[in-house]
């Protein structure tokens, strides 16, 4: 990305938040070749804390692409800050609605015009006690099906230190260490012509977060444990169950990636 191409807003956003993080955390950045390049791509990150965008952001940045992320549309429609983020290139998504759609297509413009579209697959921060990836919705497949474009795996450790989402704690300490690596494109080849059918969708859905988690598992020096769903209740009973299968949804519901 050259940066004299950023436009003076996009400086403005760089200017705003770029000494912040340089200042709050202490950074190790790896992998950051496999990000290299005007291709479009997708970026699939883990998400446990509310802090990853600001995080994974200055990654991406630092790694010469601009970041686009999926924010929830009413966001966008807030004077002044809507304004703003459509000048910085981010990309609105209705959810629950036929718009859903359209926000679909304008993901498939933002790839194909070379675009570095960030997608937290799991559509919210984790529930996973320990802040494992859980299962996830299908978005970030049905994108990569229709665009062929690579899928990049982005792992974040460190943002929890900066908000935990499980105590609401705010870290205000400077040079808080944070971690964050790229791999190599995840290798979706087998379903390269398949139909965008659930089946395919969910396939490709557990090989990304198969994939995120275990490079988490790397990145943490730990065991993983199986991908996780949160427990949900059932329509008659009220009695809380397990969820075996992800909201696999459609195009219009399993988009993902707006926090």
């Known amino acids: 990305m050259a940066r004299r191409r950023l436009g003076i807003w996009r400086r403005f956003a760089v200017m705003l938040v770029k000494p912040v993080m340089t200042g709050w955390t202490r950074r190790t950045w790896r992998g950051m070749e496999h990000l290299a390049g005007d291709q479009g791509i997708i970026i699939v990150a883990n998400h446990l804390s509310h802090a990853d965008p600001l995080v994974s952001a200055h990654f991406i940045y630092d790694a010469g692409r601009w970041p686009q992320y999926l924010g929830k549309a009413s966001v966008f429609r807030v004077p002044g800050i809507g304004w703003l ?15 859903a759609v359209r926000s679909l297509d304008k993901l498939v413009d933002a790839v194909q015009s070379g675009g570095a579209v960030v997608i937290y697959p799991e559509g919210t921060t984790t529930r996973e006690p320990d802040l494992w990836p859980m299962r996830a919705k299908t978005g970030a497949a049905r994108l990569a099906l229709t665009t062929g474009a690579p899928v990049i795996p982005v792992v974040m450790w460190g943002p929890e230190k900066l908000f935990d989402p499980r105590t609401k704690k705010l870290g205000l300490r400077p040079r808080l260490p944070v971690t964050v690596v790229a791999g190599p494109p995840v290798d979706l080849s087998r379903w390269a012509d398949a139909a965008p059918t659930k089946t395919t969708l969910d396939e490709m859905t557990d090989e990304i977060m ?31 169950t397990v969820q075996q299968r992800r909201d696999g949804g459609t195009a219009t519901s399993g988009l993902g990636g707006a926090a």
């Open 210 to 240: 198969l994939r995120l988690r275990d490079m988490l598992a790397e990145l943490r020096g730990e065991t993983p444990p199986p991908l996780w769903a949160p427990p949900t209740r059932t329509a008659t009973s009220g009695q809380p």
């Open 85 to 99: 983020l459509h000048k910085c290139r981010q990309i609105p998504v209705e959810r629950g609605s036929v718009e």
